[in-house]
């Protein structure tokens, strides 16, 4: 086992890029994503990034501004990447209960496929949000679905498919509870229970059993 595979880094080092400042850019992102996702903001190090990169440590700062400045850069990204593809979902020109059942089944798949996403969420949780505080952008970039969700919830009132007086905040909180857990805790769970969560049958039952229950709870036909 070399050290990247202990620390879970891929170790892959991407083309240099000549006269592409916006590449160079992402590419930084991509590999710093998962160098702060492998390794946290602490154990992350730039000059492993720009080893990764071909670039230089003084280049990285140059586009960001410093170590904190490119993870909380990462942080946007991946908040925004997500948030970006829920925009392009048009749930606008669905039946709200088709509307709000695209939307879990596209949660559920998208943590499970972006497991960085989950770990940077779950590191800057450990932190307290001590860095993402800082973000003016993240804020906003999250709001779209509350948006988003905010609308479903009254078409559904106003066509009489939802009965139950539910908040957006409070739907996304559910929803995001459900496949965000199932991701950052599957091998303490598996452990434990001996319950696989990625296997074809499991996944299939919960992604039914999810959307099940929060369109029995927005029908109001939920069993107490």
Do not use: W
Not at 27 to 47: C, K, M, N, Q
Not at 63 to 81: I, P, Q, R
Not at 152 to 163: S, W
């Amino acid at each position: 086992m070399t050290a990247d595979d202990a620390t879970g880094t891929t170790n892959k080092t991407k083309p240099s890029r000549k006269n592409d400042p916006e590449g160079t850019r992402q590419d930084i992102l991509e590999v710093a994503t998962e160098e702060f996702s492998s390794l946290g903001f602490s154990g992350g190090r730039v000059d492993a990034i720009a080893a990764r990169t071909r670039t230089t440590k003084r280049m990285i700062y140059y586009y960001f501004g410093g170590k904190e400045e490119l993870y909380l850069a990462v942080l946007e990204k991946v908040y925004g990447d997500i948030r970006a593809i829920e925009n392009r979902l048009n749930l606008q020109n669905l039946e709200p209960e088709a509307a709000i059942r695209a939307l879990i089944d596209f949660t559920f798949d998208y943590q499970e496929q972006h497991e960085d996403f989950i770990r940077l969420v779950s590191i800057e949780n450990i932190h307290r949000a001590e860095h993402m505080k800082k973000s003016k952008a993240i804020a906003n970039l999250n709001i779209t679905v509350i948006d988003t969700l905010a609308r479903i919830l009254e078409r559904g009132r106003d066509l009489g498919v939802f009965k139950t007086d539910i908040q957006p905040i409070d739907l996304h909180l559910m929803i995001s509870a459900f496949c965000f857990f199932r991701v950052s805790n599957r091998h303490t769970f598996n452990l434990i229970f001996h319950q696989d969560l990625t296997a074809t049958d499991t996944r299939a039952r919960h992604k039914r059993m999810i959307a099940d229950a929060i369109v029995s709870l927005l029908k109001g036909t939920a069993s107490a």
